[in-house]
């Protein structure tokens, strides 16, 4: 291979393996009764864009329509569609969002609970208490 041929290939190798490195899990998710543990009717719906970063990092909003929600958190739960605690309590901003404090991050233990699919995000009422609508988070 000639020596331009091979800085070539060296340099796509590294475009490759910087993207990759700053590369996010995207969740976006539609949060509904249905979905909460156990099922709760309701007509509330909410929006979630939730990034989480190779450094462990977390971002996001919840953005909800139809529950006047008192808390909002990203919880851990033992396994798929299983209660866990919270884990990340989310800040009430304006119009029924909720937003991810700046800082949060996960431990190595929840950001390998999250590629399993043990993670997810809920929003509660006053009516429900344990929580009105609720989406897995899953990279």
């Known amino acids: ?12 190798l590294l475009v490759a393996s910087i993207g990759l ?11 509904s ?7 709760v ?17 977390v971002t996001g909003k ?11 958190h990203i919880h851990e739960g ?17 119009d029924g969002s909720w937003v991810v404090p700046a800082g949060s991050k996960l431990t190595d233990e929840q950001y390998e609970s999250f590629k399993a699919g043990k993670l997810y995000v809920n929003v509660h009422s006053a009516e429900h208490k344990g929580g009105e609508i609720r989406a897995p988070l899953k990279p």
């Open 1 to 12: 291979m000639s020596s331009n041929l091979q800085r070539a290939a060296i340099a796509t």
């Open 21 to 31: 490195a700053n590369a996010k899990d995207d969740v976006k998710v539609t949060l």
């Open 62 to 72: 919840v953005t909800t329509k139809g529950v006047e929600g008192t808390m909002a």
């Open 41 to 57: 009717t309701s007509a509330a719906k909410g929006e979630a864009k939730i990034k989480i970063a190779p450094d462990k990092t």
């Open 33 to 39: 009764g249905d979905q909460e543990v156990p099922a």
């Open 78 to 94: 033992p396994a798929p569609g299983q209660n866990g605690p919270p884990i990340i309590t989310l800040e009430k901003g304006a």
